[in-house]
């Protein structure tokens, strides 16, 4: 399995980015996405998640509302549309894959939830 995170940048405080997460190297129908951020000298934390076949999602409290988990299935694409930003939104952002997704009540929101990890991509947002 590889995941390609893209579409990070800089962005000032209430603007929009779009991240995309390009799965690839098996069907994901039974598989959950997530999508993660990490800052500098901060903890790994859970932003959102989709059941890929159902498209059921959870949301961090902090970005409910201002979010949107989203995925493509013919091209194997998991977004995350984030609008108004804020300068605490700035971190790394990783997209993961949960390939026990169908034997979990819920979506997994920690880490070690998760099997497969693509790089990072980083967003920014200046105040």
């Known amino acids: 399995v590889q995941l390609q995170a893209s579409g990070g940048g800089l962005v000032q405080a209430g603007g929009s980015l779009r991240l995309s997460c390009a799965a690839s190297g098996r069907t994901f129908s039974t598989y959950a996405m997530g999508w993660f951020r990490q800052a500098p000298g901060k903890e790994r934390e859970f932003v959102a998640a989709?059941?890929?076949?159902?498209?059921?999602?959870y949301y961090a409290d902090s970005v409910k509302g201002r979010f949107t988990i989203s995925r493509d299935n013919a091209t194997n694409t998991v977004y995350l549309q984030m609008n108004s930003l804020k300068p605490e939104d700035t971190a790394n952002y990783y997209c993961a894959a949960d390939r026990a997704a169908g034997l979990r009540l819920r979506l997994g929101i920690t880490p070690k939830e998760y099997d497969y990890w693509g790089q990072g991509t980083q967003v920014t947002v200046s105040s």
């Open positions: 989709i059941k890929w076949s159902a498209g059921s999602t």
